[in-house]
């Protein structure tokens, strides 16, 4: 996946424009943080396509991957 429109998407439509942390390992620890946003974004988008709310696509999953414990 390019990297372009990730970057693009957090300063654009998420506001992140500069890291508020000096240092490297709290910069590191910022940008993880970015980029989970970005991904439960995409997960929720994805869950709407479906017309799934987030429990029913946890529900779903878990079924999928046999982790029912009924």
């Known amino acids: 996946m ?3 429109p990730v970057i693009g998407n957090m300063s654009y439509n998420l506001g992140f424009k500069e ?3 000096r240092g490297l390992k ?3 620890g910022e ?3 970015m980029c989970i946003a970005h991904n439960f974004i ?3 988008n994805y869950l709407r396509e479906l017309g799934l709310s987030l429990k ?3 529900a779903k ?3 999928l991957l046999g982790l ?3």
């Open 19 to 21: 890291f508020l942390l």
């Open 2 to 4: 390019p990297v372009e």
């Open 31 to 33: 940008y993880v943080l």
């Open 68 to 70: 029912n414990s009924s």
């Open 42 to 44: 995409k997960i929720r």
């Open 61 to 63: 999953q878990e079924r």
């Open 26 to 28: 709290k910069v590191k």
């Open 56 to 58: 029913e696509g946890l």
